[in-house]
């Protein structure tokens, strides 16, 4: 259940790649005939990826190497092109890693950030957010739904506050795509990224929409590919993979989502139930289907892995991208958690491989592996362990 | 005979990343049994593309999305890093477009950069580029060879010059990874950028060598994988394709090299012998054993194109990344070509798939294509169509 740091590719996904690695490897730049069909690949891609997110017009989409590309092109594309607007930009505590990191890397280049608070559900405030706007913010970006902890925003409000004001709009949707159903034109969202992986597409691609008529600039340079913004040779059997994976998504997130949903709430209340002090991370309701954030008081999170691990189940502490160093994932300390409570948090992310049984087995398996653990844990509180 | 522009994969490429697409879809940053054995195969990729650049510490190659993302990692990353140090950096005028880009870009940042001429083959002048080098060079960057027109550099040379005056030197080497023998150590080279796609790996991934000790920053923020360097969620089965790709290209280099350049040299006598007014565009001997460029006098590269592919024959007008604008390459105008003669070039680049008998077919074609497409040319001298 560990579906966050890594999703086997579709089946069908893997089918529509296989020809375009070995027979079809022409290169849409070339004139001639191969040229032609990796061409049509790319635009047929670019179709299904602007169909899943409520995009009209395919163009405004363009292929990357992945969600921090994406991230990374939506930010700095942004704020380098629009700073003589001015240098102001608003995000969350919570972001992904990326984005956080990005901001950092702005203020160094004369950018400031506000980095907002969430409340202990991981909810941003619209009213925190409209009070932070100041006459130099150029951008707003926000997750749609984090990862970690499967909080879901109130994007289309804060979309609308960005509007108003006149700032462009970016959604990392990364953690989301696939999940829950996106509609950047509804959303009010101006440029969006999303990751092939995260929706069980290959590894090594991603988009981003960017609206027509959002200024923004390369930060890549090279051949012009992607109308200028993403110059690469561009990675057909990816793409085509990453479009399947959209095609997919598109038919199934409403279905998939609710089958999820219903597995996500027996684990989640099966394990309140059954275990004492246990909680819930992130907003009840509000919340990504596939994603359950259980906390056990008293233990390690990285022991329970192990504990699990070694029962056939696997799953995170947190963010795989900072599970290598020991800090606490940032998103637990952002929502209040101290750092004992962070460290015995689980993230449970479920997916199409997953069904009532594995649930089952968890709820089996799981209260056991936190008695040990606690039997051997010195801030167990004594009464506990009679 | 269009390898330039896309390769097909190796079939033991592809049987080698099939397992890490759906079976073995973990993340190397997580902590469990999955995460164990995505952290192997980046492990052993490394060690394998290590070994064909001769690079002695695997730790000194990172893995990126491509050839365009290491040029400009490389590039922009050494010159921000160094820029206390001085702003000047030399390249040539007939760079891949990312370099040329990439310089033009770092030039409104306020770095200058010499665009250093090149002979009428293609190759820089180590003499040259001495003279140029000022107090404040930090970068020289000189490819490996020249995809267009084949020409190898006296890279060694430049390494030593390069680095008896204490300045980094990078080689775009993504056209000749896998078709001449490399060897960063003995070349003097500080950074080498290569590319899965150049020699019959996945797209989507390339790498970049990155000597110990050489002062860069990171292009791209986030969760910091690559030491750092290269932020995003690794593309475990690109990675495990470019590793076996880097493999069997060390082991084939030689020989396939040998039996390449054989076929090359009977197709470029063959073509000279056969039709007037053909020439051969880059160096005669020092040259991809892969390539080779002719240009037909009075007839345009497209034309010849389009009646080659109808006959079956693919080939290139040029480089890839800039077929698609009817501008004449740069490469050809940089040693000296008319417009009308770069325009009246044909790129020829051959690969394993091909044998003696393609070469005879397209002697074959070649001819009569070209004679008809001299007829209806206004350009053609009359004397010529008797």
Redesign the interface.
């Known amino acids: 259940m560990?579906y966050a740091?890594?999703?086997?590719?579709d089946?069908r996904v893997?089918e529509a790649m296989k020809p375009y690695?070995?027979?079809d490897?022409?290169?849409p730049?070339?004139?001639?005939?191969?040229?032609v069909s990796?061409r049509n690949a790319l635009m047929e891609s670019r179709e299904k990826v602007a169909r899943l997110i409520g995009v009209e017009k395919p163009e405004e989409v363009i292929f990357t190497?992945?969600?921090?590309?994406s991230?990374?092109l939506a930010m700095k594309g942004v704020a380098y092109r629009n700073k003589e607007k001015g240098n102001h930009i608003i995000t969350t505590t919570i972001e992904h890693?990326?984005v956080i990191?990005?901001c950092?890397?702005l203020q160094k280049q004369g950018f400031e950030t506000t980095f907002l608070p969430v409340d202990k559900q991981g909810v941003v405030n619209p009213e925190e957010l409209k009070d932070a706007i100041t006459d130099k913010t150029i951008l707003i970006s926000v997750m749609y739904a984090n990862g970690e902890i499967g909080t879901i925003q109130p994007v289309r409000e804060i979309g609308k506050i960005a509007h108003e004001n006149q700032i462009y709009f970016h959604v990392d949707a990364v953690a989301a795509a696939g999940k829950a159903p996106i509609n950047v034109e509804e959303e009010n969202i101006d440029l969006l990224s999303i990751?092939s992986?995260d929706m069980y597409g290959?590894?090594?691609?991603g988009a981003l929409y960017i609206k027509k008529g959002t200024r923004i600039q390369p930060?890549?340079?090279?051949?012009?590919?992607e109308r200028g913004l993403r110059?690469?040779?561009?990675?057909?059997?990816?793409i085509v993979g990453m479009g399947k994976a959209a095609e997919i998504a598109k038919e199934e997130v409403v279905a998939e989502g609710k089958r999820l949903s219903q597995l996500r709430d027996k684990l989640i209340k099966g394990v309140l139930n059954t275990i004492e002090h246990s909680y819930l991370n992130g907003h009840p309701t509000k919340r990504l289907p596939n994603n359950a954030n259980l906390r056990f008081s008293y233990i390690e999170g990285?022991s329970l892995?192990?504990g699990l691990?070694m029962r056939g189940i696997?799953?995170?502490?947190g963010?795989?991208?900072?599970?290598?160093t020991l800090e606490p994932s940032h998103v637990l300390l952002a929502i209040g958690l101290a750092h004992e409570e962070a460290h015995g948090s689980l993230v449970f992310t479920m997916g199409k491989q997953n069904s009532e049984e594995d649930v089952d087995y968890v709820l089996e398996v799981l209260p056991g592996v936190v008695k040990r653990l606690r039997a051997m844990s010195p801030l167990t509180p004594k009464e506990m362990l009679r």
């Open positions: 560990d740091a890594g999703m086997p590719i089946p893997f690695f070995m027979a490897y022409g290169n730049s070339s004139s001639h005939s191969f040229g990796a190497s992945g969600g921090t590309e991230n990374n890693i990326s990191n990005i950092k890397h990751s992986n290959p590894k090594g691609v930060v890549t340079q090279g051949g012009g590919q110059s690469g040779t561009e990675n057909i059997p990816g990285e892995i192990l691990d696997q799953v995170s502490s963010s795989a991208c900072t599970s290598k």
